[in-house]
Nanobody, 125 residues
Framework: QVQLVESGGGLVQPGESLKLSCTAP????????MSWFRQAPGTQRELVAT???????KYADSVKGRAIISRDDAKNTVYLEMTSLKPEDTAVYLC???????????????????WGQGTQVTVSS
């Protein structure tokens, strides 16, 4: 079973920074756009940021200017660094891997969507 492993969550004060990490199996990582989602209690899962296999990032308006997503292909790891954290950033942050070519993924016997277990980020004074 493919596992994405997140780390780096915790309790921080408003205005502080945090860096999340997510490691995926190399074969999946190399094929996939990597994304961070978040979900707060009672809300829908929200896409925070995504980075494609060429390294081009996209951000949700809610974090634009405060977040940087990056990937290290040698370490099969994607990072999300967030600054100027706000209480409304409190959520479980989940890592997602989505192969950019469904045809290639299926041919190689992979799925089309992989998730981590999530890491809790709490922003509170």
């Amino acid at each position: 079973q493919v596992q994405l492993v997140e780390s780096g969550g915790g309790l921080v004060q408003p205005g502080e920074s945090l860096k999340l990490s997510c490691t995926a199996p190399g074969d999946i990582f190399g094929l996939s756009a990597m994304s961070w989602f978040r979900q707060a209690p009672g809300t829908q899962r929200e896409l925070v940021a995504t980075i494609n296999i060429r390294g081009s990032p996209k951000y949700a308006d809610s974090v634009k200017g405060r977040a940087i997503i990056s990937r290290d292909d040698a370490k099969n790891t994607v990072y999300l660094e967030m600054t100027s954290l706000k209480p409304e950033d409190t959520a479980v942050y989940l890592c997602n891997a989505r192969p950019e070519s469904a045809r290639t993924a299926i041919r190689m016997g992979y799925g089309l969507d992989y998730w981590g277990q999530g890491t809790q980020v709490t922003v509170s004074s």
